[in-house]
């Protein structure tokens, strides 16, 4: 089965990599930003913390989300996985 690392930011926006996943698990952390993402946030990093992430699988092989409401999430930005 192929597999992605999974990477988030942090409040500085700050990459952190994060272990490899399978597409089960790529959607669970998919549905969990989904799920957790709130109306307003108190900043703009704090946004971006929650609210974007990704998968890759080197450095020239990528998708990004960024979830706007729970009904909405960016066209994912994306390199041929």
Known sequence: METATWYSLDRELKTHEHHAVGVEEALRILLRYV???RPSYETGEDALASTMFGFSRS????VKFCIHAPDQLNPPQATPL
Request: glycine share 0%; hydrophobic share 30%.
């Open 59 to 62: 450095d020239n092989e990528f």
């Open 35 to 37: 799920r957790e993402v």
